[in-house]
């Protein structure tokens, strides 16, 4: 009863942590700088949709939204993608061999990304990737492969080997294998590392501040931080840019759990 208790309360205590911020944000992209911080917890006066308005034409968010939706779409595929085939590479391999490849691979986890600054930046310089989306996309991968890897490729080790060695037994190549029973079999997985790619990929700060220097080809991220002025930020503009950037993800993420539940549900009865 009192483990019961203690735990509600602190799931509660978290819940108040959450919602705070979140009604303050959401509240204040509705108000006029003035009315927020008069009452930050207040309801607006108007539900008017000033600040969206200036967000989407005046501050020429568009192509920044564009270039996020263009790493991200081609960033999350293709990096699960390369995961999947590690992954699966690594779970048909035995002995010593199979750890000390997957251990090289998931390395790159213990590697702080800014410790990799100086050395991108020199390298994207001298291949002519800085100021590119496609520079983009290669940080991207670089910085989340070994996480996906990780993901992938610990659930692929879990798949029962007799699948593979009935697979061999009738004359299935390993391409083929690798798409009609490891893809299908890893779909949790698979569904958990896009969410997570994708939520990384689509919030990427560093990347672009370090590599991207013409507007045009500003992220959503980094075109959010120009709200941020020297001496003062227009706080309820911010706060709908957020709104905004924010959107993608929760839809995602609600899109992609429902296929998450279906491969725990498929995978379950396959194995």
Request: no cysteine; proline share 6%; charged share 10%.
């Amino acid at each position: 009863m009192l483990a019961s208790i203690t735990r509600r309360g602190i799931l509660a205590i978290y819940a108040v942590i959450i919602i705070v911020p979140l009604t303050v944000v959401g509240f204040g992209s509705f108000k006029s700088t003035q009315e927020l911080f008069a009452g930050p917890f207040s309801l607006p006066q108007s539900l008017s949709p000033a600040n969206y308005a200036e967000v989407i034409g005046g501050q020429d968010l568009g192509s920044s939204f564009m270039n996020s939706v263009i790493v991200t779409a081609i960033s999350v595929p293709l990096t699960l993608f390369l995961a999947s085939l590690a992954g699966y590479a690594v779970s048909r391999l035995r002995g010593f061999m199979s750890w000390a490849i997957f251990g090289f691979l998931v390395l790159g986890m213990a590697i702080p990304a800014q410790a990799n600054m100086v050395p991108l930046y020199v390298l994207f310089g001298r291949l002519g990737l800085l100021d590119s989306l496609a520079g983009l996309v290669v940080a991207n991968l670089v910085s989340t492969l070994p996480i996906a890897v990780f993901i992938l490729g610990g659930f692929m080790r879990t798949l029962p080997k007799e699948l593979y060695e009935a697979s061999s037994i009738d004359g299935t190549g390993p391409w083929r294998t690798y798409v009609s029973i490891a893809l299908p079999l890893s779909a949790p997985s698979i569904a958990a590392a896009a969410i997570f790619l994708f939520v990384i990929h689509w919030n990427e700060l560093l990347y672009p501040l370090l590599f991207i220097q013409s507007p045009g080809n500003r992220t959503l991220p980094l075109a959010l931080l120009s709200f941020q002025g020297e001496f003062q930020t227009d706080y309820p503009l911010l706060f709908a840019g957020v709104i905004m950037a924010s959107l993608p993800v929760v839809v995602a993420y609600v899109f992609l759990q429902r296929y998450f539940v279906a491969g725990i549900t498929a995978g379950a009865s396959k194995g």
